[in-house]
């Protein structure tokens, strides 16, 4: 089985990803980390319900990475926009039998005293033009959401748009429920609607 983790808005820089989720919901963020393997970095917001959000760009003070980095990044380039999200496993090389070999291989990754693995692409593409989850498992005692200060945030709905939604929904039935997940036939796109103190607010 598998449950909603988190969501992740790229940049082509951390700061004008951070900027762009702090204008549209109305709520700072918190400092994150760098990442190793992918050479990466993030800013991080907790939501409701042991969720949380990442602002996440190529980390320009890194080397290049001997590899494509995680969520196409390699590839990015213009405004901020919410373009991945992110599901947890307890069993990930169990539920990745049942998976494209799209979807990719564990990757062991670490940021602190935080340990993971991660399903990543070879090419760093997830199938469905990257509206298929990436797959996670947490390797360590606590998740990172639990670190995160309470900023009056939870995520009422998160939209999942691809021309083959029903092929995708009907790929990841089996393994994922979720009433706040929506699939709608549509050009690749992800949608996440969020209340704030400020009330709904949307990122896309």
Request: proline share 7%; glycine share 8%; net charge negative.
């Amino acid at each position: 089985m598998m449950e909603l983790d988190h969501i992740a808005v790229a940049g082509e820089t951390l700061e004008e990803a951070g900027a762009a989720v702090e204008a549209a919901l109305g709520v700072p963020l918190q400092a994150g980390g760098e990442h190793d393997v992918f050479f990466t970095h993030n800013r991080l917001l907790g939501l409701a319900d042991g969720l949380y959000l990442e602002a996440i760009a190529a980390n320009p003070a890194a080397p290049r990475p001997g590899r494509p980095r995680w969520f196409d990044l390699d590839r990015f380039s213009g405004a901020p926009r919410l373009t991945n999200w992110i599901c947890r496993t307890r069993d990930l090389e169990g539920l990745l039998a049942h998976l494209s070999a799209g979807v990719g291989a564990p990757v062991a990754l670490r940021r602190g005293d935080l340990r993971w693995r991660m399903a990543v692409p070879a090419d760093g593409i997830l199938p469905f033009d990257n509206r298929h989850p990436a797959l996670i498992q947490w390797d360590c005692d606590i998740h990172p959401a639990a670190r995160l200060e309470d900023r009056g945030c939870a995520l009422r709905r998160l939209v999942v748009a691809h021309p083959d939604a029903a092929a995708l929904r009907a790929v990841l039935a089996p393994w994922l429920r979720d009433d706040r997940l929506a699939f709608e036939a549509g050009a690749p796109a992800l949608r996440a609607e969020i209340d704030t103190p400020h009330g709904a607010r949307v990122l896309e």
